[in-house]
Structures are given as structure tokens and as C-alpha cells.
């Protein structure tokens, strides 16, 4: 491509010259804020009555998990629904707004939307993108046509295959489909395959985990079914529950009121700020006036009571 | 991470496509892998797309970039032959794939291979290639396997041939591209244009013809290790 001098006026479309500005700003070092990204394995499947689609739930935003169940599995239309990997808010962002796209499309047409049309609307927004927009998604649904199952990359291209895997953990879920995979399964064997193929994301692949997301469409409906499988349960809970270190209520007063008055009072008010007490005692028989300042436990007097440490002889704790 | 790098790769069909005319139509063949990056994200495509009744095109170079450019000619040429009356020639159908390519040709990354049948000139192939070069050829190859089968072709192809030793030769030359190329492998699929219609035809890997040190597909762990080793290079 030769650089041309004169200044050539723009034509329409998405200008990429901040692109690309960002790419040479990589190259020399300076990375852009990382964002929170779905690592993911996400799959689907044709079986006889439909398609089945399988998610894993872990969000991440570079190293660290940001999200231990997020929803990867979004809606598109009643008999329609789409798996998202890649940058979070990218396939969010491009679903809903297909998923409008698509309603005002039953609206104008009065009929049930079909699967390629939500594929023709996914794929020329992201190849106008040129592949910033970074979505991979896995679309299926069922319309009159009978089930359809679709892989669509970031670049804008498409495959319909009877399975597929995307994301990080896409080698491993696709190990497990390419060996048990067979036509005409059964809903349960096909929620069993795809349990399995998740699953083998999950411990694979460091980018996805936590539980298993599940949707099974069919002509009669759908049936998601969130957190199908929680192979990652919090095994560190203490059964007791956890407590706090108390500070009121623990005998202050009480304490103060004894040493002064020589009494014992079962029931307090609670000490409001602080409270004075006063004693003489005697030691190496010279007279020692004693001020004791008794303080409010409660963290709403923490203010008035840290100052009355500055100066003090004697804490007790 | 280099795994993760090779997943976010575009995808692109590292292929071979191949078009030939024979006495009567065209033959055109393909392999059937998607790869991105090391990774084959799609073992069974297709790669031979209807254009028209009587035209197909076969893509090769980015997936998306193909897959866009013969969209938007198949709606081309539907509009075409509404206006036109009767079925659109092969040469229009190029034609229209050229322009695309050519006033693209600093964003598109395809190679496209054109071939039908019309009344008016029977069987004909064009190859439009990186650049929009239109070129009408009797025979045309493209994708990275083609690399391959350049001396292949100047041997075996003969003008005349009937349409079984078309289907044949491009059987062969895809199969011969899978064998040394990394990003060509899968089935061969071919679509015979010609006056009756259009016929598809599917090769299954396993099934074609094993060449020079193809092993036979072993099943049993004992074959294997008790195969010979294969002999030490000379160099």
C-alpha cells in the first residue's frame, strides 16, 4: 500500500485511526486499563428435539475473578438465546442490542424470529467492527425451520455446525464433544454432554469456572437452568458462623462503679461519651488522687472518646 | 498466553480451492478447514458457496472477509436477475465479485474462485485473487494448499476431458494439497455445474487415495507401536 500525499476527504463509515493509535501506543509500553474479559467455555449442541446451550459462570479482569457467577447465557428472543466469550461488556452490549433489533423485527413482521436472522444481525455488526467489537458467540434457537446452532467469531464470520465450543476453555470442551458426541441424543444425555464438556473447561483452563449454566430450547420452549451444576461449592465456611470482636457491653462500667463505689450494679445504661470517676488511694503512704475515664464501647462515640487517650498515665484494655 | 492469542486469531481459511472446466460444465473442489491461528476451529465447512442457481463460488483467505463479499453479490445478482428476466451469466456474477474485491482491496484479505454454467458460454472459471485481478482461466487454484499442485496441474490437465475425469483430477489435487498442507485437511467437497443442474458430491478423508509415507488409519495401540519407523533423512 503506497502512502498517498494528497489529503484524501473521509467517506463514510467507523473511523479505526484511534485503533490504531492504540496499537502504537502498546508497542511502545503503554498498556490500556485492563477490562473485565469472559474467559470462558462456552457450548452448544443439537440433539433431537433442539439445542442445547452450556456455559461456564466465571468473569475475570486479568488475573483476578471479578465475578464467581455471572450469566453467559443471554436472551435474543423467546426461542433464541446466545452465549457470549470475550470482552464483557462487548457481548452484553451487541446481544441486547440484537435482542431489540429482533423484537421490533416480530413486531413489523408478526411472526416468531428465525435464528439466521439474528445471525445475519450479529454478524454485520461485528464485521463493520472489524473485530474490535471482541464478541465470539455461540447462537441457537428454534424456529419454523426446525433447531439451528451457529458459532460466530469477532471478525464477522460464521459457522453452522451440529456442536461447537468457544472461549479459553474451547480446546477442552471440544475434546470431550468430539469423542461422546452422536446424532439424535436424548435431552438427558445431551444435558449430560454438556455438563461435561463445561465441566472439562472448568478444571482445564484457568480463564473459566465456578458453576454450570444450562439452556435447553425446543419447539414447545425453553428451560434455562441456572447454576445446573455447582461442582465449586465454598468448602471454607465455618459452620458456627463468624463473630467480631465486641467492644460494648463487655463491663467498663461496671468495672469503674466497683473500684469506685464499691458496689456492684447488674444493669447499665450504656455510657453515653465518657463518664468520670474519681478515687484516692494511697501509695508508699503518700495520698494519689486517681481520675478514671471511663469510655463508650459503641464505634459511633469512637470520635469523642480518642481523644481523652492523649495525656493518659494508664490504659486498660 | 501463545493458546490464547491463537483463539483470538481472525479466522481464516488456510485451504484449497480449485476450479475446472471440463467438455460440457465446470467442476469445482474444496478441503473443509477453518483454521485460527494453530487451532482448526472448523473441521467440516463449507467452503463452496451458491451465488446463483448455476453459479458457485469458492472462498479462501479471511472467513469473514469471503463470507461478506459473496453475500453481498448473491443479493447482487438476485436483484440483477429480476431486472434481467432469466438467469445471470457467469460472467456478470465475476464481474460483480471483482468490483467488490477491487474497491476494497485495502480492507478485504480473499481469494475467490468463480465458476457456473450459462447458455450463452457454457462452462467458464474466473479466479479473482488478492488485488481483484479478474482472470478467466480453463482451470484455476487458490488458497495456501494450491502452492502445491502448480506443477501438478501443468501435468495432468488435458482441454476435453468428460465430467468423471474432472471430478477425478480435482479429487486428486485436493487430496494431494491436504497431504502437505498444514492448514488444508478435513473432507473434499465438489459441485459439478453443468446444462442439467448441479450436482454436490462429498469425499470423506478416510477414504481417499493415501500418498507417498500416508500411513493407513490405525486404530489399535498395538499397530502403532509395532509399525516400522519411518527411515532417517539423508542429508
Redesign the interface.
Given at each position: 500500500?503506497s502512502n498517498s500525499v494528497i489529503e484524501v476527504p473521509p467517506k463514510g463509515g467507523f473511523s479505526f485511526d484511534l485503533c490504531k493509535r492504540n496499537e502504537m501506543l502498546a508497542k511502545k509500553g503503554l498498556n490500556p486499563p485492563s477490562f473485565r474479559k469472559t474467559g470462558t467455555t462456552i457450548v452448544g449442541l443439537i440433539f433431537q428435539d433442539g439445542v442445547i446451550l452450556g456455559a461456564d459462570t466465571r468473569a475475570t479482569e486479568g488475573p483476578i475473578v471479578c465475578d464467581k457467577n455471572c450469566e453467559k447465557i443471554h436472551y435474543m428472543a423467546p426461542n433464541i438465546y446466545c452465549c457470549g466469550a470475550g470482552t464483557a461488556a462487548d457481548t452484553e452490549a451487541v446481544t441486547d442490542m440484537v435482542s431489540s433489533q429482533l423484537q421490533l423485527h416480530r413486531y413489523h413482521t408478526g411472526r416468531e424470529s428465525r435464528v439466521v436472522t439474528a445471525l445475519t444481525l450479529l454478524?454485520k455488526h461485528?464485521?463493520n467492527y472489524?473485530?474490535y467489537v471482541?464478541a465470539a458467540l455461540v447462537l441457537g434457537g428454534v424456529d419454523v425451520t426446525g433447531p439451528h446452532l451457529h458459532?460466530i467469531?469477532?471478525?464477522?464470520?460464521?459457522?453452522t455446525?451440529p456442536f461447537a465450543t468457544m472461549?479459553?476453555g474451547?480446546?477442552a470442551a471440544m475434546a470431550v464433544f468430539e469423542s461422546k458426541y452422536k446424532e439424535g441424543l436424548t435431552r438427558n444425555e445431551g444435558i449430560e454432554l454438556v455438563t461435561e464438556a463445561i465441566c472439562s473447561g472448568i478444571f482445564n483452563d484457568l480463564?473459566s469456572g465456578s458453576n454450570v449454566d444450562v439452556c435447553v430450547i425446543t419447539k414447545a420452549g425453553k428451560e434455562y437452568l441456572r447454576n445446573h451444576l455447582q461442582p465449586n461449592p465454598r468448602t471454607y465456611t465455618s459452620s458456627k458462623g463468624y463473630s467480631f470482636p465486641k467492644k460494648t457491653g463487655v463491663g467498663k462500667s461496671c468495672l469503674l462503679l466497683q473500684f469506685t463505689d464499691k458496689r456492684f450494679q447488674p444493669v447499665h445504661d450504656l455510657t453515653i461519651g465518657v463518664e468520670l470517676g474519681a478515687r484516692m488511694i494511697s501509695i508508699d503512704d503518700k495520698p494519689v488522687g486517681l481520675q478514671i475515664w471511663d469510655t463508650a464501647g459503641q464505634e459511633s462515640f469512637r470520635p469523642i472518646t480518642r481523644s481523652y487517650y492523649r495525656g493518659a498515665l494508664l490504659v486498660g484494655l | 498466553m501463545d493458546?490464547?492469542m491463537h483463539?483470538?486469531a481472525?479466522?481464516s481459511m488456510g485451504t484449497t480451492i480449485i476450479g475446472v472446466t471440463y467438455n460440457g460444465g465446470v467442476v469445482l473442489g474444496a478441503d473443509s478447514r477453518?483454521s485460527?491461528g494453530m487451532?482448526v476451529?472448523?473441521r467440516?465447512?463449507d467452503k463452496i458457496t451458491q451465488l446463483t442457481d448455476n453459479v458457485y463460488v469458492c472462498r479462501s483467505g479471511?472467513?469473514?472477509d469471503s463470507?461478506?463479499v459473496s453475500d453481498y453479490v448473491r443479493y447482487f445478482l438476485h436483484q440483477h436477475t429480476i431486472q434481467l428476466g432469466q438467469p445471470a451469466t457467469v460472467k456478470v456474477a465475476a464481474y460483480l465479485v471483482r468490483l467488490l474485491s477491487y474497491n476494497n482491496k485495502?480492507?478485504l484479505e480473499t481469494g475467490l474462485i468463480v465458476g457456473g454454467w450459462d447458455k450463452y458460454e457454457g462452462g467458464k472459471i474466473y479466479g479473482i485473487p488478492l488485488g481483484g485481478t479478474l482472470i478467466e482461466q480453463p482451470f484455476a487454484i487458490g488458497g495456501s494448499g494450491s502452492s502445491y499442485l502448480y506443477g501438478f496441474f501443468d501435468q495432468a490437465w488435458k482441454e476435453g476431458m468428460t465430467k468423471d475425469e474432472a471430478e477425478q483430477l480435482v479429487v486428486k489435487a485436493v487430496s494431494l494439497a491436504i497431504a502437505r498442507d498444514g492448514a488444508s485437511g478435513g473432507v473434499v467437497c465438489t459441485v459439478v455445474i453443468n446444462l442439467e443442474g448441479v450436482t454436490r458430491n462429498f469425499y470423506p478423508g478416510d477414504k481417499l487415495q493415501l500418498w507417498h509415507e500416508e500411513l493407513e488409519p490405525q486404530n489399535s495401540l498395538l499397530d502403532i507401536l509395532n509399525s516400522p519407523s519411518p527411515e532417517p533423512m539423508n542429508i
Open positions: 500500500m454478524k461485528l464485521f472489524q473485530g471482541s458459532t467469531y469477532p471478525h464477522g464470520s460464521t459457522d455446525l472461549g479459553s474451547s480446546l480463564g | 493458546l490464547n483463539l483470538n481472525p479466522h477453518t485460527t487451532y476451529a472448523n467440516a465447512s479471511s472467513a469473514a463470507q461478506v485495502n480492507i
